[in-house]
């Protein structure tokens, strides 16, 4: 069954038809929101967009109007303001959220005025580089707010740092939605596109609910462990992510590495502690705490890779000799790691 009846189209043809003022000169028209993206309740409202051929006063502004006891949102935007924003997209320009924003309701469009001419716009937008933007920018974001918390450790304020790094949270399951080519921004429909995408019972997914569900502020022996719970989930967000994009490197994302053992166990396992990370930016690998530490190499990269909370330093060994890093690379990578205070073994 269409999303969009044919009775439905029609009424919203006409409904937009009126709305617009002389000379508007439409180019397409379209239904996007909750109701394309499957995310609809009985309440839901009309979320229609109007591309028109030339800027006017109804541009850039929403009109307001009673539907089917519902109301219709319709949204105008000239042809020039979205030629803008896709060549500003690709020439890696900074675009702002709401620009974005238009751009997913585009892809996620069903035509109501014009289908071929809907269809020509969503082909001329760069998604993958949308994508790219929406994970780099989600990362930056995460990782401001992480650096923000452990500032505020330093200085013993452990309420706000659980809250900053609350923030980091969120952020984490940004960056892996944009990864996995979502281009939505909505904050209320984060959850619902989680599970659309990876399904609930995916380990990364649960591991992102069940620390959701941790955060307490009480006093600031609960804050930190919030804190770490946190950092544990954005190090692998991070390794997941930088991992293939730099090393060709792909993890699992098992609950070893999401929510992780703070303690050495007794099969003597090497332990990435939780509160450091590594960030790939301008082609450069920096191992973080409170501040940057020290830039690293692809091999040392690689072993940190592969510690995953779980393994002892002689499984770490075999499985990188499978990508050709020798025995005395990868112990001398993890006692670097050790001597820095990375790792517990």
Same mark, same amino acid.
């Given at each position: 069954?269409?999303?969009?009846?044919?009775?439905?189209?029609?009424?919203?043809?006409?409904? /937009?038809?009126?709305?617009?003022?002389?000379?508007?000169?439409?180019?397409?028209?379209?239904?996007?929101?909750?109701?394309?993206?499957?995310?609809?309740?009985?309440?839901?409202?009309?979320?229609? %967009?109007?591309?028109?051929?030339?800027?006017?006063?109804?541009?850039?502004?929403?009109?307001?109007?009673?539907?089917?006891?519902?109301?219709?949102?319709?949204? !105008?935007?000239?042809?020039?303001?979205?030629?803008?924003?896709?060549?500003?997209?690709? &020439?890696?320009?900074?675009?702002?959220?709401?620009?974005?924003?238009?751009?997913?309701?585009?892809?996620?469009?069903?035509?109501?005025?014009?289908? &071929?001419?809907?269809?020509?716009?969503?082909?001329?937008?760069?998604?993958?580089?949308?994508?790219?933007?929406?994970?780099?920018?989600?990362?930056?974001?995460?990782?401001?707010?992480?650096?923000?918390?452990?500032?505020?450790? /330093?200085?013993?304020?452990?309420?706000?740092?659980?809250?900053?790094?609350?923030?980091?949270?969120?952020?984490?399951?940004?960056?892996?939605?944009?990864?996995?080519?979502?281009?939505?921004?909505?904050?209320?429909?984060?959850?619902?596109?989680?599970?659309?995408?990876?399904?609930?019972?995916?380990? %990364?997914?649960?591991? %992102?609910?069940? !620390?959701?569900?941790?955060?307490?502020?009480?006093?600031?022996?609960?804050?930190?462990?919030?804190?770490?719970?946190?950092?544990?989930?954005?190090?692998?967000?991070?390794?997941?992510?930088?991992?293939?994009?730099?090393?060709? !490197?792909?993890?699992?994302?098992?609950?070893?590495?999401?929510?992780?053992?703070?303690?050495?166990?007794?099969?003597?396992?090497?332990?990435?502690?939780?509160? %450091?990370? !590594?960030?790939?930016?301008?082609?450069?690998?920096?191992?973080?705490?409170?501040?940057?530490?020290?830039?690293?190499?692809?091999?040392?990269?690689?072993?940190?890779?592969?510690?995953?909370? &779980?393994?002892?330093?002689?499984?770490?060994?075999?499985?990188?000799?499978?990508?050709?890093?020798?025995?005395?690379?990868?112990?001398?990578?993890?006692?670097?790691?050790?001597?820095?205070?990375?790792?517990?073994?």
């Amino acid at each position: 069954m269409s999303i969009l009846t044919k009775e439905t189209q029609n009424e919203l043809a006409a409904l /937009i038809e009126k709305a617009l003022i002389a000379d508007s000169n439409l180019i397409t028209s379209y239904l996007s929101g909750s109701i394309t993206e499957g995310f609809a309740t009985s309440k839901s409202d009309f979320d229609v %967009y109007a591309i028109v051929s030339s800027e006017n006063k109804q541009c850039n502004t929403e009109i307001f109007i009673p539907f089917n006891d519902k109301i219709c949102e319709l949204t !105008v935007v000239s042809i020039d303001k979205i030629n803008e924003i896709i060549s500003n997209l690709n &020439s890696q320009e900074i675009i702002s959220w709401y620009e974005s924003h238009l751009l997913h309701r585009l892809l996620t469009g069903i035509s109501i005025h014009h289908e &071929s001419a809907l269809f020509s716009l969503k082909n001329s937008i760069p998604k993958d580089e949308l994508c790219k933007f929406l994970l780099n920018k989600a990362k930056k974001f995460g990782e401001k707010c992480f650096s923000d918390c452990m500032g505020n450790m /330093i200085d013993n304020d452990y309420i706000t740092a659980a809250f900053n790094a609350e923030r980091t949270l969120h952020a984490s399951i940004d960056c892996m939605l944009a990864f996995h080519n979502s281009t939505s921004t909505l904050i209320k429909w984060r959850v619902k596109n989680a599970i659309k995408k990876f399904g609930k019972d995916n380990e %990364y997914f649960k591991s %992102y609910l069940l !620390v959701c569900s941790k955060i307490n502020v009480i006093n600031d022996t609960s804050a930190l462990e919030y804190i770490q719970a946190v950092g544990r989930v954005w190090q692998a967000t991070l390794d997941y992510i930088q991992g293939k994009e730099c090393c060709d !490197v792909e993890i699992e994302l098992r609950q070893e590495r999401l929510l992780g053992h703070l303690k050495i166990k007794d099969n003597n396992s090497i332990i990435k502690k939780p509160l %450091y990370r !590594v960030i790939f930016e301008r082609s450069k690998l920096v191992l973080i705490e409170s501040s940057a530490i020290c830039e690293i190499t692809a091999d040392a990269y690689k072993v940190w890779l592969s510690i995953d909370n &779980s393994k002892d330093i002689d499984k770490v060994i075999s499985d990188l000799s499978e990508n050709d890093i020798d025995s005395n690379t990868t112990k001398f990578y993890i006692d670097e790691f050790s001597k820095i205070g990375a790792i517990l073994r």
